[in-house]
Nanobody, 122 residues
Framework: QVQLVESGGGSVQAGGSLRLSCAAS????????MGWFRQAPGKEREFVAA????????AYGDTVKGRFTISRDNAKNTVYLQMNSLKPEDTAVYYC???????????????WGQGTQVTVSS
């Protein structure tokens, strides 16, 4: 059983930056592809980014390409999401997820964190 704990959310003005972290425990971290998703009030959950076990491959949702960067530190059992040029429409609860797979999945994750709120004001 993998436990995931997100941190780093908060409030920022449009154009600003935040870095989210997700600490994993209870599993062999480098066996899991990791992903970030978000959900805004009244909207469906949206894929944001994913990274392979080794960190060598990544994938991004169309709305964040060029602004967000996912990375991981397998020695620290942590995945990060660097968010730059934030927009009000990025406001959402951001969730970290893990899936035991060798691909870079955009859905069907097995384990989820509790989420961290990101609020971007105009």
């Amino acid at each position: 059983q993998v436990q995931l704990v997100e941190s780093g959310g908060g409030s920022v003005q449009a154009g600003g930056s935040l870095r989210l972290s997700c600490a994993a425990s209870g599993g062999t971290f480098n066996m899991y592809a990791m992903g970030w998703f978000r959900q805004a009030p009244g909207k469906e959950r949206e894929f944001v980014a994913a990274i392979s076990r080794s960190g060598g491959s990544t994938a991004y949702g169309d709305t964040v390409k060029g602004r967000f960067t996912i990375s991981r530190d397998n020695a620290k059992n942590t995945v990060y999401l660097q968010m730059n040029s934030l927009k009000p429409e990025d406001t959402a609860v951001y969730y970290c997820a893990a899936r035991n797979t060798g691909v870079v999945p955009t859905r069907e994750y097995d384990y989820w964190g509790q989420g961290t709120q990101v609020t971007v004001s105009s």
